[in-house]
């Protein structure tokens, strides 16, 4: 008989707080649990537990979530085995703490030392085994090696006709994950609901619910909802990008206070549901045409890597914290007392024509509002006093709003609306 381990959640410190969701954690869970899956070696009553007795962990229904499994996982940038050994003896307390089968490390990068050197000095936890001698996963290959495993499954189960859609399935697999911390949050907020160390520890997800999306129909799950939930593994794969990036730059002294701001802030994108999705995005890259109806206009029509880490991120970064909800877009108001809007505009000086009137046709074309809730542009690199007056120097926006099809965008309230590089927009919000 299994015995139960008598644990208290609350003395548990869950980070799901600021979690996303879907960076790389997530998807290391996701890629271990189909392996599991994938191996046979696995009950009908497991579950994948969230941040909670480790980042994540393989639980037993049966006996009150007792852990079968425990992991720790770090994208980290770095092959120096002094960079993660705090991190190895912290999981090997862990497995003092709640004993299992078992406790596992995983690498984005290969360290210099060998699994077996690690383990001889941290006897208690192995470097965790992605295939014979692979011993690392990196957040590049992270989606082919989930993949793999969903071919795998498909094959085994006599689905081989589905062969093909595995990005399909994987994106509503770690959909399974986002929803999770969702309703983590959400419960958080409802009167008498658990504190979030509870909920992380309370709300864990079948194995059940993934063998029911791997034996879907994959035709089924397709629409703008695949497609917006793309989009948000993109921006969310963009932002562990920069995060990384910045951790590099400044030698791993990013603070923790700018961390958690950024974290918070990916927690609200992620929170968007459709609708509020769609219209952040039109106020992140008013300068492009944004639909998603097809696969080609995701491939083609969606937010910039480029934009999105160097003039978005860079600004959320560089700023400090936002004076609106997200529903408003992120805005500051600055000493001027005018109204700033960051941007995923990124673009150099010489382009300023073309990106007013890019801008110009958008709002013509569509039923954008930016214009109407902001004076200034946050961009990576431009400069401008008047998007009107830049019109102007190229035609007459004046004569052309006279025209009735043109008048009921009322282009003319762009009079006041300017842009300015995000070193101008620190020195008018920081203060």
Not at 38 to 59: K, R, T
Not at 196 to 204: K, L, N
Request: glycine content about 4%; overall charge negative.
């Amino acid at each position: 008989m299994k015995m139960k381990q008598n644990i208290d959640p609350n003395d548990i410190h869950s980070a799901i707080a600021t979690w996303s969701g879907f960076i790389y954690q997530g998807k290391i869970a996701l890629l271990h649990t189909l392996r599991t899956i994938n191996s046979g070696s696995y009950n009908v009553i497991n579950c994948l537990q969230l941040d909670s007795i480790e980042d994540f962990a393989i639980v037993d229904n049966e006996t009150d979530l007792n852990p079968l499994t425990i992991h720790q996982v770090k994208a980290v940038k770095s092959s120096q085995y002094s960079d993660y050994k705090e991190a190895f003896i912290k999981l090997e307390e862990r497995l003092l703490q709640f004993p299992c089968n078992g406790a596992f490390f995983h690498l984005a990068m290969e360290n210099k030392k060998t699994p077996s050197d690690i383990k001889n000095l941290h006897p208690k936890m192995s470097i965790y085994e992605y295939d014979a001698g692979q011993t690392y996963c990196s957040l590049e290959n992270v989606n082919t090696w989930i993949e793999i495993q969903i071919t795998l499954y498909l094959n085994s189960f006599s689905l081989g006709h589905h062969s093909g859609s595995e990005s399909i399935i994987r994106n509503h697999l770690e959909a399974q994950i986002f929803n999770q911390v969702i309703s983590i949050h959400a419960n958080n907020h409802e009167r008498n609901g658990l504190s979030i160390s509870e909920g992380a520890y309370y709300y864990v997800i079948p194995f059940s619910s993934f063998i029911s999306v791997l034996n879907s129909n994959p035709t089924s799950l397709l629409g703008l909802e695949y497609y917006l939930f793309n989009t948000k593994e993109l921006l969310n794969n963009y932002y562990t990008e920069f995060c990384l990036e910045q951790d590099e730059l400044a030698n791993g002294n990013v603070s923790n206070d700018i961390k958690t701001k950024l974290d918070i802030y990916l927690q609200q994108i992620n929170g968007l549901d459709n609708s509020q999705l769609l219209d952040f995005i039109r106020k992140l890259i008013p300068d492009r045409q944004f639909k998603l109806d097809t696969l080609k206009d995701f491939l083609e029509n969606n937010i910039p890597k480029d934009g999105f880490k160097d003039a978005f991120m860079q600004c959320l970064y560089d700023l400090r914290v936002s004076d609106s909800k997200i529903e408003k877009g992120f805005t500051w108001i600055g000493n001027d007392a005018k109204r700033y809007i960051a941007t995923a505009i990124v673009s150099n000086q010489s382009n300023i024509n073309k990106i007013c009137l890019r801008i110009y046709k958008n709002i013509l074309e569509t039923d954008f509002e930016t214009p109407y809730e902001c004076d200034v542009l946050i961009t990576s690199g431009l400069e401008n006093n008047s998007m009107l007056e830049t019109l102007n120097n190229q035609f007459n926006v004046s004569e052309i709003d006279n025209i009735e099809e043109f008048k009921k965008n009322n282009i003319t309230k762009w009079s006041t609306v300017s842009f300015v590089k995000i070193e101008t927009a620190k020195n008018n919000l920081n203060d």
